[in-house]
């Protein structure tokens, strides 16, 4: 019941740090990313005390490390499958456009309008 009561209070402090965001509009932009970010920093040190917090908390941990194990293309394959990619679009396109022409067609000759 505890562990409950103090997920809302970590989502109440979320929800009070963005409120602050649009209730200091009259102030610098620094301030506002400011409260945005304490209400975040606080209902994360909430959230941490409780154990749905921590294994959220574990799992992003996880999360990053298997990102940072992530192998990123070269710049020579990102080219040459940006390439395909293009070359696919416009046959795809171009297959397209002849079957929309060709169902044009069908359709005038069917509604008895055709050439």
Do not use: C, H
Not at 45 to 60: D, I, K, M, S, Y
């Amino acid at each position: 019941m505890f562990n409950k009561i103090k997920i809302l209070v970590a989502f109440s402090l979320l929800v009070a740090g963005v409120a602050g965001f649009y209730f200091l509009a009259d102030k610098p932009t620094v301030v506002r990313v400011l409260a945005v970010l304490g209400g975040l920093v606080a209902a994360i040190g909430v959230l941490w005390t409780t154990p749905v917090g921590q294994r959220a908390l574990e799992f992003v941990s996880e999360a990053a490390g298997e990102a940072r194990k992530v192998v990123w293309p070269t710049r020579k394959e990102t080219v040459q499958t940006t390439l395909v990619v293009f070359v696919l679009v416009v046959i795809m396109a171009a297959f397209l456009a002849v079957v929309d022409i060709g169902f044009a067609y069908m359709v005038k000759w069917l509604m008895g309008r055709g050439a």
